[in-house]
Each structure stands twice: as structure tokens, then as C-alpha cells.
């Protein structure tokens, strides 16, 4: 299938930590990557012209043909399942819960299938979890009221309130809570709940007499606190009729309390790390399609200009299908730097090298990309500066800067580059007169994959300032930036002139 593309695909796909499976439309898998490798119990190769239904558990294959067929014939994107649980099985024969997504794609002429799987065993158990305890607040005997904070009037009540209370829901949307506190006024109220408002308490534990619709009453702990109901202001009070268990409520609230918290805190980082995950496999997904759509028209294109007087137009597409290949040869190695970092497989070459031999090749290789009227001012004073470091990575440091510095920057502008050393270190200045770095940004910039808010529909992975950071830092080195935006960025890099072997 992909045999004259192979490296960068495998490269791609073992750079993804979901598992990919491609199929060709006679359901047999013709590519697997590493994760989906170990997800499903099979070693490297192994699953190779393996028919897809040795992923499946044995009582889905039945219905699994048609409803393959039936994806082929529509080919659209689409999750698998339409909200049915699914399930994939491994080598050994175990099952296990499964998220998919089916993304249909043509390659040289032959339709195929793209399958990325997410193991969502622990998420299942987090949302049974979460019902189980949602389920404990819908049942529970003790009375829930949410009221909006401004307004003081209520807007919603669990099952246990509306049994004690004895109104109904709509005749509760109507009152407040003084219509059940009879030891409370309004302005009472708002200022034992002032504390609330203010922030200077988180909740607030009080106790009430409340009255029931038959005019009964009935001591009650109150716990409330302020919370968001999509955009509006609420406040969350759970009650407890403390008539005869005053003390085993209050210890049962607390600690649904404390789960709820430990609920939410889960629920945030899942959501991160989702997020994070969705955004890799966008920027993988268009950082390589678009270069790579681009070489499949230009390598097409090619084939009709047969003619000598038709030369020109085949050396734009030469040049085209070179400097796409380049900038995915740009994304690999970035994604193999990451590689090697993450599991520590770096070993830096360190040697004694003139600065300027550096800087003239990397301002050598930024010429061929300078736009029009852009101008690189070169330092000055530099023939003599050397440094004792590993040259490859304070070129990768130094092209990465000014390559984003022209990248950001529009035609007919200076990017001024200023070094610095004394006896102990190397100050490398890039400054530019570019888009800038917006300021709610910047404190995310050197983060893996990030892009800037006014920088996502330029070309980039946000990778390359993550790599330059971790490198520089391995080096006892640093790099740090200040930015305004539509105005632009100066990067400083500071290193010892002498690197600790």
C-alpha cells in the first residue's frame, strides 16, 4: 500500500499514541501502528493482511460486514457505534471497551480506511463512577435545591426535597427560599450569605427551621454554596432534616462532598488530556495532508507537461514537490526530537566551533526563505566569539528562531539578530517587528503543540520552541522572550560558554 512512502507514514503513525488501523475496502488491515500493536495484544508485524474481524469480538461479526459496507458506500467520516457501546478484542481473547472513529481516505487510486481506536477502559469505570454518585444525589432522602443568586428564586429540586417539602416543582418555581425559612428575612438572608458572594468563603454550613406546604416544621443543616448553571449565578443548598440524625447526615454530606470534589478534579484532567489529544491529531492530520495533497497535484501535473518549451512549468512543480518535502522532513525530525527526549535517548557532541560558522549557515539556509524586502541584520564583532557546545543544537536553536521570526513577520521588514558574551556566557538576541504573541498566550508558548491564538492558520506544529527550551535546558542554558502584539518578539538565549561534559 504504502510502499514508496513507508518511513513517513510508520514515522506518523508510531508518533500517535491512540491506535491506528487501515484497512483497504476487502476489510483486510494493511497498516497497524506500534500503540495499536500493544493495544490489542499482537507483536510487530503480526497483524499484517489479518482480516479486520480478528479485531472484533466473535458475536459482533455478524452485523459488522454490513455495517462496514455500508460506511464504504456513504465514505464519510464518522464515529463508530452512533452511540452504542463497542468493544474490541485482543490477541488472547479478552475484550475490551473501545472509542473509534472511521476516517475513509484514497491513495494511488485504492480506497482504504482509517480506524483510530482509544482504549476507554478506565474512562468506563470514572463514568460509572460518576453515575453511581449522581444517582446518590437524584435518590438521596436529604432535599437539594438549586436558586439563582440574584433573584433568590428557586429553579430546580431533587426528589427529596419535593417529598419533604411537599410542593410540587412548579409551585417551588415560584418561591424563594424565605418562603421556607420562617426564622429568615430577606435582608437577613443576603447578608449571612454575603460571605458567599464575596469569595471570602468557599461554603457556608447553617442551620434553619423550615416549614413544610401543610405548615409543619423541622430543623434543617444547611450546606450552600455558589455555583455556575451554564452562564448564571446559582446557589447549590443541600438540607438535612436533622430532627433525629443530626450527626450521621452531616458526616454522610461531607463525605459526598469530598467525592464530588475528587469527581470534578478527575473529570478536569480527563477533559486536558482529551483535548490535548484532539488537537495533536488536527495539527497531524492537516500539517500533513495539505504538503502532501500538494506533492499528489504537482507529481500529476508533471506528467502533462511533456513539451521543451513547457520546461518552466515543470521545474515550479519540481520546486513545489521540493519544498514540500522538506517541511515534512522539517515535521519529522521534529517529532523524532520529541521522541528521543521524552525516553532520554539524547547524546550531545560537544566541541569547540566559531559562532559565526554557525550562524552563517543557518543565515544561509533563512535567505532561501526571506520574503520579499525581508532583511536578516547581521551582528556585528562576532569573527572571534567561540563556544564549547554541541553545535547541532545551538544551529537547531538558532533556525528555529529566525525562521519563526520571518514566518511571523510580513514583506519588507529587519530581523535584527544581536550576540553577547563575556567570560562565563553567550547571549543570542532575535528580534523581529512581526504579528507578536498575544498576552493570554504567552505563558502557554513554549508548551508542546501549542499555537498561538493569531498564529493557527499558519503553517507550524508547536513543537519547535518546546524542542529548542528542553535542548537548552539539558545544556544548562535558557531561553525566554518578551512580545507585543502587531508589534513583535524579541527571543533571548542565554549559554555557557563552556558546556559540563
Do not use: C
Not at 436529604?142 to 416543582?169: C, H, M, P, R, W
Not at 499558519?458 to 527550551?469: A, F, R
Request: hydrophobic share 35%; proline share 2%; charged share 30%.
Amino acid at each position: 500500500m504504502f510502499e514508496q512512502d513507508r518511513d513517513i507514514f510508520n514515522i506518523l503513525l508510531d508518533s500517535i499514541s491512540e491506535g491506528v488501523v487501515i484497512v483497504d475496502k476487502h476489510q483486510k488491515i494493511v497498516e497497524v501502528n506500534k500503540a495499536g500493536e500493544i493495544m490489542f495484544g499482537y507483536g510487530e508485524g503480526e497483524l499484517s493482511n489479518q482480516p479486520l474481524n480478528v479485531l472484533i469480538p466473535k458475536n459482533y461479526h455478524a452485523n459488522h460486514g454490513a455495517h462496514f459496507k455500508g460506511f464504504v458506500k456513504e465514505h464519510k467520516q464518522r464515529s463508530m457505534g452512533h452511540g452504542r457501546d463497542i468493544y474490541g478484542a485482543k490477541k488472547d481473547g479478552s475484550i475490551f471497551p473501545i472509542e473509534a472513529s472511521l476516517n475513509p481516505f484514497s491513495f494511488h487510486g485504492h480506497d482504504f480506511i482509517m480506524t483510530l481506536v482509544i482504549d476507554i477502559t478506565e474512562r468506563k469505570k470514572l463514568e460509572q463512577e460518576k453515575n453511581h454518585l449522581a444517582k446518590i444525589f437524584l435518590e438521596s432522602l436529604n432535599e437539594i435545591y438549586v436558586f439563582d443568586a440574584k433573584t433568590l428564586n428557586f429553579i430546580n429540586v431533587n426528589q427529596g426535597a419535593l417529598k419533604n417539602i411537599g410542593y410540587s416543582l412548579e409551585e417551588l418555581k415560584s418561591m424563594t427560599p424565605l418562603d421556607i425559612k420562617a426564622d429568615y428575612t430577606e435582608a437577613e438572608f443576603r447578608e449571612e450569605i454575603e460571605s458567599l458572594n464575596n469569595g471570602s468563603i468557599e461554603k457556608l454550613e447553617l442551620e434553619a427551621i423550615h416549614t413544610r406546604k401543610d405548615g409543619t416544621t423541622y430543623p434543617a443543616n444547611i450546606h450552600l454554596q455558589r455555583s455556575k448553571l451554564g452562564d448564571r449565578d446559582v446557589y447549590v443548598a443541600i438540607i438535612l432534616d436533622i430532627t433525629e440524625q443530626k450527626n450521621y447526615t452531616e458526616r454522610l454530606e461531607k463525605t459526598v462532598a469530598v467525592r464530588t470534589d475528587e469527581l470534578k478534579t478527575a473529570l478536569a484532567a480527563e477533559k486536558d488530556l482529551n483535548d490535548l489529544k484532539t488537537k495533536f491529531l488536527s495539527m497531524v492530520s492537516h500539517e500533513f495532508k495539505t504538503p502532501l495533497s500538494g506533492i499528489l497535484t504537482s507529481t500529476m501535473l508533471l506528467g502533462k507537461y511533456k513539451l521543451t518549451e513547457q520546461q518552466d512549468k515543470r521545474e515550479k512543480h519540481i520546486s513545489t514537490i521540493t519544498d514540500k518535502v522538506q517541511y515534512l522532513n522539517v515535521i519529522l525530525n521534529d517529532f523524532l526530537s520529541v521522541e528521543k527526549l521524552e525516553k532520554g535517548k539524547i547524546n550531545y557532541k560537544f566541541s569547540n566551533f566559531k559562532i559565526s560558522k554557525v550562524l552563517n549557515e543557518v543565515i544561509y539556509n533563512a535567505n532561501m526563505v526571506l520574503k520579499d524586502g525581508q532583511h536578516i541584520n547581521y551582528p556585528e564583532n562576532i569573527d572571534d566569539l567561540s563556544l564549547y557546545q554541541d553545535e547541532k543544537i545551538v544551529e537547531l536553536a538558532l533556525s528555529n528562531l529566525i525562521y519563526n521570526a520571518i514566518k511571523y513577520s510580513s514583506e519588507n521588514t529587519i530581523i535584527d539578530i544581536e550576540i553577547f558574551q563575556n567570560k562565563d556566557t553567550t547571549i543570542f538576541k532575535i528580534k523581529d517587528n512581526g504579528i507578536g504573541i498575544p498576552k493570554k498566550d504567552q505563558k502557554n508558548i513554549f508548551g508542546r503543540y501549542f499555537r498561538a491564538e493569531n498564529a493557527l492558520l499558519m503553517q507550524g506544529t508547536g513543537i519547535g520552541l518546546n524542542i529548542v527550551k528542553d535542548h537548552l535546558e539539558k545544556l544548562n542554558g535558557s531561553i525566554t522572550f518578551t512580545s507585543i502584539e502587531h508589534k513583535g518578539s524579541t527571543f533571548t538565549i542565554e549559554l555557557p560558554n563552556k558546556a559540563e561534559v
